[in-house]
């Protein structure tokens, strides 16, 4: 059972075109991060959320964690190429240690 | 900028070979994971350490092997490699007080023939 759901799993657009993409579970999260991941490379972090109802701005790209901490999405305005790679959701597990589940990724493809 | 580094990047090696993947930072951090990840596919944590002297197992099986005998340094050990071990490979490192943020390493893209 995957704790952390993303959708859609792949998305294939055109420069300019605006997308969403969502990270889901059950579970209460006490924060969560998204990362991108570009290919040949580890994931380099975008952003951590932690407050239910939290919205962050990153230049065009917003980040929204739900009222519940159980979700959050991605929204990205006017997408370029240099957007093009996978994007992995992770929350912190409610252990003694900073263990992160990562969610399921978005491969996200914006063409020229 | 993060400063975390791998070498090798890239692998190729025969099966029943002995290999170490090597990861280091320069951060001070005292937490260092190990993630196998197939391609664009989500990350699977097999090994961790709370720091020095310290390794656990993480959540996928695996049959490598860490150890954390300076605070930098957090190399992961194949015995016998075996073509189910290809996969690539990657290192992060936490602080402690870093509010979870994790920083990774480049990877090692591993392959057994």
């Known amino acids: 059972t995957q704790l952390l759901e993303q959708s859609p799993q792949f998305l294939s657009i055109q420069e300019g075109e605006n997308l969403t993409v969502y990270c889901n579970s059950s579970s209460v999260f006490s924060s969560l991060q998204w990362y991108r991941q570009e290919p040949g490379e580890g994931p380099v972090l975008l952003v951590t959320?932690?407050?239910?109802?939290e919205v962050k701005k990153l230049k065009r790209l917003t980040f929204q964690f739900g009222d519940a901490r159980k979700d959050s999405s991605l929204h990205i305005t006017a997408a370029q190429p240099g957007d093009t790679g996978l994007y992995l959701c992770?929350?912190?597990?409610?252990?003694?240690?900073?263990?992160?589940?990562f969610g399921t990724g978005t491969r996200l493809l914006v063409s020229p | 900028e993060a400063d975390i580094y791998q070498t090798p990047r890239y692998l190729v090696i025969g099966t029943g070979k002995k290999i170490t993947l090597e990861c280091s930072q320069t951060?001070?951090?005292?937490?260092m994971y190990w993630y196998q990840q197939d391609p664009g596919m989500e990350l699977h944590l097999i090994h961790y350490s709370y720091g020095v002297n310290s390794t656990e197992k993480g959540d996928l099986s695996s049959e490598s092997t860490v150890s954390r005998i300076r605070t930098e340094h957090f190399p992961l050990t194949l015995e016998s490699a075996r073509p189910s071990h290809t996969s690539q490979y990657l290192c992060a490192s936490s602080a402690i007080d870093s509010g979870y943020e994790q920083y990774f390493g480049p990877g090692t893209r591993l392959t057994v023939t």
């Open positions: 992770a929350a912190k597990m409610n252990t003694g240690f900073q263990k992160l589940v």
């Open positions: 959320v932690v407050t239910g109802g």
């Open positions: 951060m001070g951090h005292d937490k």
